[in-house]
């Protein structure tokens, strides 16, 4: 595709609009008699090539491999941000962070100090699917309020088991900073107080991070087994591998990775354990798993942060690796397998859920995701053209069918990736660099980001200056609940 069509630029108008309510093929009720269950695992800051059917070559997931070799592959998936608030706040709602008030460019998540979270007129994907039926759970980290009203079961979980924000906060050994953990001293847990909690109480802290997927991942095994006569819906978080590292005994020194390979090896572990589990309960056939990351990997921690594979930038910015993650996608006896190399999002979960659930999505706001069944069964194509690149409140780039506009460009965390261009020495402090003429990228052929084709294709800038302007014309201002 060398120019945007008419008639494609005539669906994204709507797609900008966040319009969700299409006719999509419906899931094979032939061969499913109860509502499916749904399980999301999110791993924290796991690189695109982070995993051995992503690329890495002495990172064993065995598990994760059988999810790609059952079920499908999604090469071209991604998250609401490139950092764990919004991005979390963006799957459970399916809303863009920025429509919640989830995001912010000074105060980017949420923090031990914060006194916002996310707010209770949003509707959660557990509220919508627990108001209909479902029975629901979460183990892991939240980090979208450590306060009521905002905690797991003031949004429609029935039980919580995790931490409440990312696990190098509440540091209290100044001794031991954050660039000190790639050290792998992980038996100094207690460097960190951060609580454990069982729904709305800690029960403590601080907690063992040590044993903690282990933990999560049996939480999350209960519930299925407590559950597995009604559908539910799980949300299995895990607080790693974002750092500080932390792995059970079993896995200390297995990988040929070394310390990072360790942790991945153990969530491919926690994988399996679910997985065994949906069949041992002979519920697998009826039971959709996704696995993915909250955002790209943290690479200012050099072997200990992970890699982006072919993609170029990582966690905290706005090029390919901070923003596309690994996907994997199982529904034994239900979906086609194969790998998609479509666009989505974790915004459109929501949507996606709820149509194989035949559940209605309130039409009092504004959704940004869309329903994926058709490319899930092989019976379609995505109606998903566009990707928005949020960093805080702002769209630095964005995505139309093959063509990427940056718009805007900044430093990720502790690095100097998104230097393109010279700036004026004020600007270099700060790492931003606002271009006059967008830089363009062909992912499709260019998906490191690496030759800018901007004089080549004037009309696709333009088209895209126009899809932004009508994008931002429907985001309404609401409080900051970052900043409170």
Known sequence: MNKLSSGAIAMTGLISLGVVNQACTPAKEDTQSSPPNFVIIFADDMG???????????????????????????????????????????????????????????????????????????????????????????????????????????????????????????RVEETRGISQITLAEEENFDAYNVPLMRDNEIVERPADQRTITKRYTEEAVDRIREFKDEPFFIYLAHSLPHIPLFRSEEFKDQSLAGFYGDVIEEIDWSVGRILETLEEEGISENTLVIFTSDNGHWHIFDTHGGLGGVLRGAKGGTFEGGMRVPTLIRWPGQIEPGV??????????MPTFCKLADVELPDDRIYDGYDLSPLLFGSGNSVRDIVWYYWGTEVYAVRKGEYKAHFITQLEYGTKTAHFVTKPESDVEIGRTVHDTPLLFNLNIDPSERHNIAGNHPEVIEEIRRLKKEHLASVEPVENQLEK
């Not at 090469?75 to 429509?99: H, K, M, N």
């Not at 998609?340 to 979960?349: A, H, K, N």
């Open 48 to 170: 695109y090539g982070d995993i051995g059917v992503f690329g890495h070559p002495t990172i064993r997931t065995p598990n994760l491999d059988r999810m790609a070799a059952e079920g499908q592959k999604w090469t071209q998936f991604y998250v609401a941000a490139s950092v764990s608030t919004p991005s979390r706040a963006g799957l459970l709602t399916g809303r863009l962070p920025v429509r919640s008030g989830m995001a912010s460019s000074r105060r980017r998540v949420l923090f031990p100090d914060s006194n916002g979270g996310l707010p209770p007129e949003e509707i959660s994907l557990a509220r919508i699917l627990g108001d209909n039926g479902y029975r629901t759970a979460m183990s892991g980290k939240w980090h979208l309020g450590h306060k009521s009203p905002f905690l797991p079961t003031d949004h429609g979980f029935e039980t919580y088991f995790g931490i409440p924000y990312s696990n190098d906060m509440d």
């Open 340 to 349: 998609i190399m479509e666009l989505g999002t974790t915004l459109d979960l």
